[in-house]
């Protein structure tokens, strides 16, 4: 286990910091609280700006070669030099390739030759943050760095900055009061409120596990229950209050329900509902955007009971892999997604087509096509993208491509030249609607499957002319049940699905309906996705651990490769992937937002 780079002992600072023990690890580090919670003190304490009235703090630095700066500071004022210029600033802490290379990333080049009192607050915050880039220092502290920069443009030079802090080895810890940078970039987070500690852990442990109704709001928009919120809303008591995040709770129809809409909020990929429960009592409710939902609209609440414990999983480490041998890769690639106006979206899906093409769909409700080089041909458009993205593709045996368009609880079919030729679908439990459609495939003799989650999992198997022909599996924990269903694969009579959050592939016979095996229990991490190559072996992309996993037709695991993160032979979220014949492996690197080829 690393040393730890700080470690605090009941430190304190009148009117600012409170008793605060803690340590902080080598990584990258998020320090978050609303204003006036203590981030800028304790940061100013790290740097040695300031002296805390009580206390021990120890400093570890000896892991680093003598010729590197242990610490680097980016002030929340940005601590410039008003008489040098944005060129000056960065050549005297480094030669003349690095400055030259972080004036374009940061796309201050054309600011070179001017002064710090003639930039913009926005030009500023990346001057500041560039020379702390090519100071290379082992340690960074940076206190709201690039809190003046667009949002678009910030995540553009933040992938940047966290590519280059994996890459040379180094540390980084941040303050901010913006959660999406925390969940986005910091593997540990440190919650503040007061002057004091309220949490500290990896991120995706106190996103998911927060102590507090206070904690939870510090990463985002959260539902607490208290016990009593339960009894009333869930109809179940747990034995303590708790955080449910909105993409765990589904709202569903139910007209014999006393829970009823009393207002409702889009909030792009999430929406708030009032929720009534008579007598006066509602609540507000964080959930996923259902599309026509209205005032008076009779619902249920429906939580994805075992997301916590996927939390709790992958903050142990990955789970074992058989024998932990590692895919042998000849070379990679990386393969960019076009812009999308300004913004950057990110790969979800992917299928490969039979003339070496492949189809991806990105975060911006688009399908892609590229050629076997990597470049796109083809740029085609969902109707709309405003209550989320489609999740999952397959090239039907008439040529259409067909699209799970997930959350609109529809099939989407476009033609070979773009054209939307039919949509079928509605957001409902029967046959035939969908709550959330994910994945779909089509076997020889032209039946159709499709996989849908969102408390209702489930496959309903069609004809090729969408003729509801039956339905199998369902939501649980039990053999043949789902836990958010997710990518699926078809193959010699059998249909392949990856049972995310049960951590398993199960295995249906596709003419009865009937489960008959299941694959990876004990070894897969979050399976989002799997495909199968010539000879027969399956590659699963495991959302969790953050690499693929071979494994054969019996669910012997052959190898891995991969573990989460932001270099190299590293993946962040991995949503889906695809082989073509030439073994070429192509991972959705979602969180990475890039596409990772790997020659094997």
């Given amino acids: 286990m690393s040393e730890p780079l700080w470690q605090l002992e009941q430190i304190n600072m009148p009117g600012r910091l409170l008793d605060i023990t803690l340590s902080f690890t080598p990584g990258i580090t998020a320090v978050v609280g609303i204003s006036g919670a203590g981030k800028s003190s304790l940061l100013n304490l790290l740097v040695e700006f300031e002296k805390p009235s009580s206390g021990q703090l120890r400093f570890n630095h000896a892991d680093r070669p003598d010729t590197q700066l242990p610490v680097y500071w980016v002030p929340q004022d940005d601590g410039l030099w008003p008489h040098l210029t944005v060129r000056q600033h960065l050549s005297a802490l480094s030669d003349k390739t690095q400055s030259e290379h972080w004036l374009s990333i940061m796309e201050l080049t054309e600011h070179a030759d001017k002064k710090p009192p003639s930039l913009s607050r926005g030009q500023q915050n990346r001057l500041s943050v560039a020379r702390a880039m090519v100071s290379n220092a082992a340690i960074l502290v940076m206190d709201e760095p690039l809190a003046h920069v667009a949002h678009q443009d910030a995540m553009r030079y933040w992938q940047h900055i966290t590519d280059a802090i994996s890459s040379n080895n180094q540390s980084l810890i941040f303050a901010t009061h913006d959660p999406s940078r925390v969940l986005a970039y910091a593997k540990q987070v440190i919650c503040m409120g007061d002057g004091q500690v309220l949490q500290q852990g990896q991120t995706q442990q106190v996103y998911h596990q927060p102590r507090t109704q206070q904690i939870a709001d510090l990463l985002g928009p959260a539902n607490w229950f208290t ?70 609209d009779r619902i249920r609440l429906n939580v994805i009971t075992l997301l916590l414990l996927v939390s709790m999983i992958l903050i ?84 259409h491509i067909a699209v799970a368009d997930t959350h609109y609880h529809r099939i989407v079919f476009f033609d070979t030249q773009g054209k939307i030729t039919k949509m079928f679908g509605q957001r409902g439990e029967a046959s035939g609607q969908f709550i959330y459609p994910v994945s779909l495939v089509q076997d020889e003799d032209g039946f159709i499957y499709v996989v849908e989650y969102g408390g209702n999992d489930r496959v309903q198997k069609f004809t090729a002319e969408m003729q509801h022909v039956m339905t199998f599996g369902k939501a649980g924990t039990d053999t043949g049940e789902f836990q958010r269903a997710s990518g699926s694969l078809y193959h010699k009579g059998k249909l392949y699905v990856a049972d995310a959050i049960n951590n398993r592939i199960l295995v249906f016979d596709t003419q009865t309906g009937k489960h008959i095996d299941t694959l990876g229990e004990n070894h897969l991490d979050l399976p989002y996705d799997l495909t199968i190559d010539d000879r027969e072996h399956f590659y699963i992309a495991e959302y969790g651990a953050g690499r693929v996993t071979e494994m054969d037709l019996s669910g012997k695991i052959v190898a891995t490769f991969g573990h989460t993160g932001r270099g190299n032979d590293q993946f962040m979220t991995p949503w889906s992937l695809t082989v073509t014949p030439e073994h070429q492996l192509r991972i959705m690197d979602t969180g990475n937002r890039r596409i990772v080829e790997l020659e094997l």
């Fill in 316 to 399: 142990s480490g990955c789970k074992p892999s058989g024998n932990g041998e590692q895919i042998t890769v000849k070379q990679s690639n990386v393969w960019s997604i076009p812009l999308d106006d300004i913004s950057v979206p990110a790969p979800r899906s992917a299928r490969m087509l039979p003339d070496g093409r492949m189809i991806v769909l990105d975060t911006a409700g688009r399908v892609l096509l590229y050629d076997s080089h990597g470049k796109v041909t083809d740029i085609w458009r969902l109707p709309t993208n405003e209550n989320g993205n489609p999740e999952g593709t397959c090239l039907m045996q008439d040529g």
């Fill in 227 to 296: 016990t009593e919120d339960q009894a009333i809303y869930l109809q179940h008591s747990n034995e303590k209050p708790h955080c449910v995040r909105p993409q765990s709770l589904h709202i569903l129809p139910d007209n014999q329900s006393n829970l009823s809409i009393q207002r409702t909020q889009f909030h792009g990929s999430i929406q708030c509902s009032t929720v009534s429960a008579g007598n006066e009592t509602t609540k507000d409710i964080w959930h996923l955007p259902i599309p026509l939902l209205k005032v008076s």
